[in-house]
Nanobody
Framework: QVQLVESGGGLVQAGGSLRLSCVVSGRTFSNYVMGWFRQAPGKEREFVAVVRRNSIATYYSDSVKGRFAISRDDAKSATYLQMNSLKPEDTAAYYC????????????????WGQGTQVTVSS
């Protein structure tokens, strides 16, 4: 059974930083592209970042480019999202997911999801 568990969310002031973690079990982590998404109340889930196998490439949404950094540690079956210069509009539940096929930015391109971790940025 595949499980993804996120952690690291919390309340932070604007301009601050947080580091989210996602640990995957039940599959060979190194074989998979990993993504992060977020969902604010009343809004659709949106793409944040993705890291390819062997960390050969990363991609970001325009809204977080230059402020967030995605990484992975295959030895720990984990992916991370370092979030700097946080803004109130970054407030959302953040989810990690395993990529299956299709466009990286599409929710439907991912097959397994974590339960989410809440990030709240105060102004």
């Amino acid at each position: 059974q595949v499980q993804l568990v996120e952690s690291g969310g919390g309340l932070v002031q604007a301009g601050g930083s947080l580091r989210l973690s996602c640990v995957v079990s039940g599959r060979t982590f190194s074989n998979y592209v990993m993504g992060w998404f977020r969902q604010a109340p009343g809004k659709e889930r949106e793409f944040v970042a993705v890291v390819r196998r062997n960390s050969i490439a990363t991609y970001y949404s325009d809204s977080v480019k230059g402020r967030f950094a995605i990484s992975r540690d295959d030895a720990k079956s984990a992916t991370y999202l370092q979030m700097n210069s946080l803004k109130p509009e970054d407030t959302a539940a953040y989810y990690c997911a395993t990529y299956r096929s299709g466009l990286f930015e599409r929710v439907g391109s991912y097959d397994y999801w974590g339960q989410g971790t809440q990030v709240t940025v105060s102004s």
